[in-house]
């Protein structure tokens, strides 16, 4: 099976050493297999603010247009189901962060993902708490960011203030106090901030409280524009 992407696929040949796909465990170069990648990350239609799937012909889903958007943009490659929390999982815990190339190739290529990461000013990952960079080992938004648009990061803008429970292991009710007052933005970027186009990189977005959170804050330091770019959308 080819891949959905021409560009995509002519990136993806002669690669490293050889390695399993992270999801069938055939041999190849890469983690994510032509095979897969053309079976599990065909493109949907989605909504611009908040990337939720939506019907033909629609841009914007129903929550979007009831109330104003956190977001300009959010585009996201797969939606979180099987087989990506398993890829996802593996990737965090596993200490795979050599991944984070191939899964922020498949973003790039994303339909309107390479548009948005050219067009903007700079590039913010989501922090993560402390207790978490030692847990794993490393930020996976961080390393995404840096095969996305190394040019364009800004790691420094946000901060993590306290250390919360996983949002895709809580309901839906407490995800969406969680991560109140969780970030803070890094008073000496503000200038830097003033009239930018930001695109915060995240790995997962559940119900979008980090996002909010984050875009919030840049939108409050005078940010232009601030939209995202996220690799799975539950």
């Known amino acids: 099976m080819k891949w959905p992407w021409t560009p995509l696929q002519n990136l993806w040949q002669a690669r490293r050493w050889p390695t399993h796909c992270a999801i069938c465990n055939s041999w190849g170069p890469d983690v994510l297999c032509e095979s897969c990648v053309g079976a599990f990350a065909q493109p949907r239609l989605r909504c611009k603010h908040c990337a939720l799937p939506v019907q033909a012909g629609q841009r914007i889903c129903s929550d979007c247009q009831s109330q104003p958007a956190a977001l300009d943009f959010c585009i996201a490659s797969v939606s979180y189901d099987w087989p990506w929390p398993k890829v996802m999982v593996d990737f965090k815990f596993s200490a795979q962060p050599a991944w984070a190339q191939n899964l922020a190739l498949l973003m790039r290529h994303t339909p309107g993902a390479e548009l948005l990461l050219e067009s ?93 959170q984050a875009a919030r804050l840049l939108r409050q330091a005078g940010a232009r524009s601030v939209s995202a770019l996220v690799f799975a959308r539950a």
């Open 120 to 212: 903007c000013d700079a590039v913010v990952p989501i922090p993560v708490s402390s207790e978490r960079l030692a847990e794993r080992g490393f930020n996976q938004s961080v390393l995404l960011a840096r095969h996305l648009a190394a040019a364009k990061l800004q790691t420094q803008w946000l901060h993590r203030l306290r250390h919360t429970e996983a949002q895709s292991l809580l309901p839906r009710s407490e995800r969406l106090h969680n991560l109140d007052q969780a970030f803070a933005l890094d008073p000496t970027a503000r200038a830097s901030i003033q009239g930018q186009s930001i695109v915060l990189i995240d790995d997962v977005m559940t119900t979008g409280t980090t996002l909010r």
